[in-house]
């Protein structure tokens, strides 16, 4: 066996590349449950890309015949339920994790120097991922699909000059109907999945290269131990191989959870108007997306002018892009910038409202709350280069802290 | 050191009993994935199929598809019964010893009615679909009728029973049947469990 | 701070008031029923005897039913198989054409097997309780949750006929504690419906959680004993 092993690592580089990156790659020791989220991310993604696979076989991209296949594999296909379930909790456990994820990024300055690439390609994932999560949504074909399809195709119009040729590619007809779905099925299942695995393989090379942040926000590398290694690191492989594993456990338990007794999360993870077929000729009373999509709905509502709403949305999506540069601070955790810290508050409160407000129905009561969140979500991001340059901080310790 | 060591044992030992029930989990996690593929509810529906037989004329066959597979059905006239009897010595199973047919298909029409015979139409040998050649004289001089198969040549009867000398081992299949619906329907159910169809 | 979380609660109260505000409709009442096997036998019979007639529910199959509920080919067949294209293996449709249903009743009767996904049981209960006479539509009936719907009362005979306040002015066969019984038992099979995997999901529930807590505890002790070298 070891003389095996010895005759393919002398020609593929494993054993280089498990030292580099597992048992010789150093991470922070004092990572707490902000810092599983990104493996769980990965994992989500594994289990989107099975359980959709086996989704696949079953799936027909008909407008005559989605919606029925959908049902085929709630009733016929033997434990076909598991496959549903599993792919529609997959979808919403994939956003769960990853705001917790951004959200570490955003509490423990993550962004920072040298980091913003790593923060880049990451938001860069985010927002294929709602793509991804868009496209998936149109497939089975409920009234929903069919509708939110059409409000999300209508946006692509709005582009200036060639809005109506791009959203006649996105759309491929008149309506949404089978070249709809054919394409948004190649997307879907083929296109942008390989976009979504090659962006986590560069996100990881560039994690890697520099290394991880931690809760204290400061840089362990800048302390090395005799034998070169930081002080405060540990290498992956075992210590935060076996803590993954752990977290991946009880990440399944509550997976599974939700799987056998919840699936619908009584209508958030699984939208009840969707269990109607797809009607050209009749809009659902409202027309909501998924809830992870709610607070840039909420945007997009609260101003009223099309070119304007979508300018907005577009604003709210750019201006992380420039956090890295945005923030000015050279202290990089919350832990040590009370300020800061109110910032975030105020900023999680408002994508919170902004999301129960994009779930209701359109109503004009809910113009100004969703004008006032969402001027502090953009304030947030544009106040910050001055709050962060004048703001107080605490002390930053040398050497991180293991709670 | 010992502290090591002790480590060392307990890391192992967890490492492996966690793997093993790691393992077994992910063994039946992946069970209904796998079954996921099995054939569905839908084909089991699909399983039966029901032919209106009042259009077939005498000495006509009509070719249906059952579970994706063709079946043969005739509407026998009382000279192809008769040319029955006549082949047998020419036969290599005459007298349905192998289990191709249901009992109450076990004689000599390998029928329920003489006149209406149905029966898969998969040669026995490499699963081709013979050819219906039921006038006489159509194949050679002394051809009384049957079906010849154009893959590699096997000849069968008017009942589908097999003649010797040929590629193909035994008699073609009769699935079972029944007459629906005041006997305007034939309704072919399923394979007769012994038989073999190639 | 404490201004921003005033402001906040004060915008969520108006919101929800608002929102409170537009959906003045009928409230819905909840049915009380235990989702087991006696109340969804029950409830299948009543919906082959009263509903199989107009309204299809084709992506469930008898031979599921069977399965599900515990019943024998025998007993499906006598029980639930009743329209004349009823099959085994095949979907629970009826013999009523598309066409013929627009003519008669106005409307096509939709077909209900994810009806209590798309309305909800709380909507599906009040619903077939809320019916009432009403000889200004071409049925005679109209009904408080669906105004103008096209359906006729068919459990009237049961539940009694009602005027629009609500007043009984024709006694069905039963009370109203059994007529209550007999829409629950209904609204419990249109939920089943909806879900047969229900059934098995509850049944593998425990097993599964059990492993996976198993499993969370020894990668705990795992975790823990590979940290102990780290200070």
């Known amino acids: 066996m070891k003389g095996l092993t010895d005759w393919i690592n002398d020609r593929l580089p494993f054993r280089e590349l498990a030292r580099e990156h597992l048992t010789e790659y150093y991470a922070p020791k004092n990572f707490n449950i902000w810092y599983v989220f990104g493996s769980l991310a990965l994992l989500v993604l594994v289990i989107q890309i099975v359980s959709g696979y086996f989704l696949l076989i079953h799936y027909q991209p008909n407008e005559d015949a989605a919606f029925d296949s959908v ?40 962004y920072r120097k040298p980091r913003e690439l790593l923060w880049i390609i990451g938001f860069i994932i985010y927002l294929t991922l709602m793509a991804e999560a868009y496209l998936g949504y149109v497939l089975p074909f409920g009234n929903m699909s069919f509708w939110g399809g059409k409000v999300i195709t209508s946006i692509i119009e709005a582009v200036p000059y060639v809005g109506d040729w791009l959203g006649s590619l996105a759309r491929g007809g008149f309506g949404i109907g089978t070249p709809t779905l054919n394409r948004f099925m190649g997307m879907h299942v083929v296109l942008v999945p390989l976009v979504l695995i090659a962006l986590v393989a560069v996100h990881v090379l560039a994690l890697h290269k520099v290394g991880s ?25 075992p210590f935060y191989t076996v803590k993954d594993i752990f977290g991946t456990c009880v ?135 001055v709050v962060s340059h004048f703001e107080p901080t605490k002390q930053v310790p040398q050497r991180v802290n293991m709670s | 050191m010992s502290d090591n060591q002790i480590d060392e044992k307990r890391r192992k030992f967890l490492t492996t009993v966690t793997s093993v029930v790691g393992a077994a989990g992910a063994g039946l996690a992946a069970t209904p994935f796998v079954k996921s593929m099995e054939p569905d509810a839908s084909v089991q529906a699909a399983s039966t199929t029901t032919v209106d037989i009042g259009a077939i004329g005498p000495g006509e066959q009509v070719t249906v598809k059952w579970q994706d597979k063709p079946v043969f059905i005739v509407n026998r006239t009382p000279e192809m019964l008769a040319t029955l009897k006549k082949v047998t010595p020419e036969l290599l199973d005459p007298d349905n010893k192998l289990p191709q047919q249901p009992p109450y298909c076990n004689n000599m029409y390998r029928s329920r009615k003489p006149e209406w015979f149905v029966m898969v139409g998969v040669c026995t040998h490499l699963c081709c679909t013979p050819t219906f050649k039921p006038q006489q004289g159509s194949v050679n001089p002394k051809w009384l009728g049957g079906y010849h198969c154009p893959c590699h040549g096997s000849f069968y009867d008017l009942s589908g029973r097999v003649f010797k000398d040929v590629p193909a081992p035994r008699n073609m299949a009769i699935p079972e049947y029944e007459f629906t619906d005041n006997d305007t329907k034939i309704k072919i159910t399923s394979l007769y469990p012994k038989s073999k169809l190639c | 701070m404490k201004y921003a979380a005033a402001l906040i609660a004060l915008t969520c109260i108006m919101s ?21 096997r006696q109340t969804l036998i029950r409830g299948a019979k009543l919906f082959v005897d009263r509903c199989l007639t107009c309204h299809t529910l084709k992506y469930l199959r008898y031979s599921r039913v069977g399965e599900d509920l515990g019943l024998s080919k025998a007993q499906v067949k006598n029980m639930l198989m009743a329209p004349a294209n009823a099959e085994y293996h095949a979907g629970m449709i009826n013999t009523m054409r598309p066409g013929d249903a627009t003519k008669w009743l106005g409307a096509a009767p939709p077909d209900l097997t994810l009806e209590a996904r798309y309305r909800g049981t709380d909507w599906i209960y009040t619903y077939l309780k809320s019916f009432y006479v009403d000889s200004s539509r071409p049925s005679g009936w109209n009904n408080h949750v669906f105004p103008h719907v096209a359906m006729p009362d068919v459990l009237a005979m049961l539940g009694g006929e009602r005027d629009r306040q609500g007043k009984l002015i024709k006694q069905g066969s039963l009370n109203q504690e059994q007529f209550d019984q007999v829409v629950a038992d209904l609204t419990a099979w249109l939920q089943y419906t909806s879900d047969p995997s229900k059934i098995q999901r509850m049944s593998l529930g425990p097993w599964v959680i059990g492993f996976l807590v198993t499993l969370s505890i020894l990668t705990y002790l795992l975790k823990r004993v590979y940290w102990r070298a780290v200070h």
């Open chain 3, 16 to 36: 929800a008031a608002v929102v409170q505000a537009q959906e003045a409709q009928v409230s819905l009442k909840s049915p009380h029923y235990s989702f087991d």
């Open chain 1, 213 to 237: 942040n931690n809760p204290d926000g400061i840089e362990i590398k800048e302390h090395p131990g005799p034998d070169g290694k930081p002080l405060d690191g540990i290498p992956f492989h």
């Open chain 1, 71 to 110: 049902q085929t594999i709630m009733f016929d296909v033997k434990w076909g339920w598991v496959l549903r379930y599993t792919h529609t909790t997959g979808a919403s456990m994939f956003f769960i994790v990853v705001y917790l994820h951004m959200f570490r990024g955003l509490m423990y300055g993550s």
């Open chain 1, 251 to 385: 990440f399944l338990t509550a997976f599974c959870a939700i799987v056998l007794y919840a699936p619908t999360m009584n209508g958030l993870f699984i939208e009840l108007a969707n269990y109607t077929p797809a009607n050209p000729l009749k809009t659902p009373p409202d027309i909501t997306p998924a809830w992870y999509l709610a607070p840039f709905y909420a945007m997009l509502r609260s101003v009223p002018n099309k070119l304007g709403g979508i300018g907005a949305l577009g604003l709210a999506v750019i201006l992380p892009f420039f956090l890295p540069w945005l923030d000015r601070n050279p202290v990089k955790s919350v832990r040590y910038r009370p300020v800061y810290l109110g910032m975030l508050a105020v900023l999680v409160i408002s994508v919170f409202v902004l999301g129960w407000i994009g779930m209701q129905p359109a109503s004009p009561a809910l113009l100004l709350p969703g004008r006032i969140f969402l001027g502090l979500y953009l304030l947030f991001f544009l106040t910050l280069p």
